[in-house]
T-cell receptor, first 115, second 113 residues
C-alpha cells in the first residue's frame, strides 16, 4: 500500500531558486495538507485543501504556493527559496468531512536545504 | 486560540518500566485529541485518538491515553516500555470545523535497555 507519496526525498537549493514538492495519495481522501517540521516547533501547517478545487492558508503560508491538481495530488511550490525555508516538509491526507474522521496519514517527508 | 503543550522535551525510561508522555490542551468546545509517533527519518504515524466516550483510549503498539477534562490533559501511557518505543511523540488537537490539526512541539522518548 503506497499511502502518501512525496517526491523528492532530499533537495538542496540555492537562495532564489524555485522548486515544487510533489505529493500524491491513493486512499481516495478528500483533504490534503502541507506541513513543515522544525526542531522544537512541532509541525506547522503551511496550506491545506479541504476538498478538490479548494485551498486555504495555514499557520505559515508566506513564501509558498499550492496547487490541488486533482483529488490525488497536492503540490507545494517555493517561488524564490530562502534559507529560512530549510526544513523537513510533510504532506498528509485525510478523509475530510466530519471531524471524527480526521486521522491524517503522512508521507515520508522531503528534506530541503536552502543555501 | 486552540493550543497544545507538551511540557517535556525528552522522557527517559528503562525498558520494562511504565512510561508517561504528557500533553495538555486548550480548546473551545469539545476537544478532539490525537497522538502520533515519528520514528527517525519517517513520517508521522497515528497512534490513537479521543473523540468522546470512555476517558481511557487504547491505541496501537500497546499505547493508551487518558483524557482528563478537569485537568485539560491527554497523557500517553504504556505499562511496559520497549526499546523499540524510542521515538518522537506528538500530541495534537483538531482546530474548529476545518479538520486542521494543531500539534504540540513533540517529546522525544528514550527507552534504555
Amino acid at each position: 500500500n503506497a499511502g502518501v507519496t512525496q517526491t523528492p526525498k532530499f533537495q538542496v537549493l540555492k537562495t532564489g531558486q524555485s522548486m515544487t514538492l510533489q505529493c500524491a495519495q491513493d486512499m481516495n481522501h478528500n483533504s490534503m495538507y502541507w506541513y513543515r517540521q522544525d526542531p522544537g516547533m512541532g509541525l506547522r501547517l503551511i496550506y491545506y485543501s479541504a476538498s478538490e478545487g479548494t485551498t486555504d492558508k495555514g499557520e505559515v503560508p508566506n513564501g509558498y504556493n499550492v496547487s490541488r491538481l486533482n483529488k490525488r495530488e497536492f503540490s507545494l511550490r517555493l517561488e524564490s527559496a530562502a534559507p529560512s525555508q530549510t526544513s523537513v516538509y510533510f504532506c498528509a491526507s485525510s478523509e475530510g468531512g466530519a471531524r471524527a474522521k480526521n486521522i491524517q496519514y503522512f508521507g515520508a517527508g522531503t528534506r530541503l536545504s536552502v543555501l | 486560540a486552540q493550543s497544545v503543550a507538551q511540557p517535556e522535551d525528552q522522557v527517559n525510561v528503562a525498558e520494562g518500566n511504565p512510561l508517561t508522555v504528557k500533553c495538555t490542551y486548550s480548546v473551545s468546545g469539545n476537544p478532539y485529541l490525537f497522538w502520533y509517533v515519528q520514528y527517525p527519518n519517517r513520517g508521522l504515524q497515528f497512534l490513537l485518538k479521543y473523540i468522546t466516550g470512555d476517558n481511557l483510549v487504547k491505541g496501537s503498539y500497546g499505547f493508551e491515553a487518558e483524557f482528563n477534562k478537569s485537568q485539560t490533559s491527554f497523557h500517553l501511557k504504556k505499562p511496559s516500555a520497549l526499546v523499540s518505543d524510542s521515538a518522537l511523540y506528538f500530541c495534537a488537537v483538531i482546530a474548529g470545523n476545518t479538520g486542521k490539526l494543531i500539534f504540540g512541539q513533540g517529546t522525544t522518548l528514550q527507552v534504555k535497555p
